[in-house]
């Protein structure tokens, strides 16, 4: 097990130092996910950071070889109230005609409230672009891994003038 921000050379270099036998180092063990999700490949062979994540890459990537959403982008850099946020997907609907944005959760930070708190009183923004809507996508499981979605938008309070 390691420290944080030590590397394996740094500790392999302390033990060498303090006279360990090469049988007496310890092998540096790679720390998991903090909550445990598993890297997994898409279709595309595109790495994700969770399984729900590489199955709803799939879905997109369906949904836009059969037309119905255009413009697919991933891990794309937003600011929301100041912060810096990288949502999941950004894509066009064409039954719309609006850009939606993605989020896949498994577990809610509290970073990530604070962003969807941010997110109600100011939208999103991309340049000079600007999003009002943000869609969390969180994967129902069952046997043989994710059964479903459900999704909760995220929607912009337009503060009017009375």
Not at 59 to 64: A, D, G, P, Q, S
């Amino acid at each position: 097990m390691t420290m944080r921000g030590w590397q394996q050379s740094d500790i392999l270099a302390l033990q060498r130092k303090r006279g360990m036998a090469a049988s007496e180092i310890l092998p540096v063990v790679k720390r998991g996910s903090k909550y445990g999700a598993q890297r997994s490949i898409d279709a595309r062979g595109m790495a994700h950071p969770s399984k729900a994540e590489s199955v709803f890459a799939n879905l997109i990537y369906l949904l836009e070889s059969a037309g119905q959403i255009t413009g697919l982008r991933q891990q794309v850099g937003l600011e929301v109230g100041g912060l810096r946020y990288r949502c999941d997907f950004m894509y066009c609907e064409f039954k719309k005609n609006a850009w939606k944005i993605v989020d896949v959760k498994g577990i809610t930070t509290d970073r990530f409230r604070t962003i969807c708190q941010l997110w109600k009183l100011n939208g999103a923004n991309l340049g000079k672009q600007h999003f009002d809507t943000l869609t969390i996508a969180n994967a129902r499981y069952g046997r043989g891994g994710v059964t479903g979605w459900n999704y909760t938008d995220i929607v912009e309070e337009k503060h009017t003038c009375p």
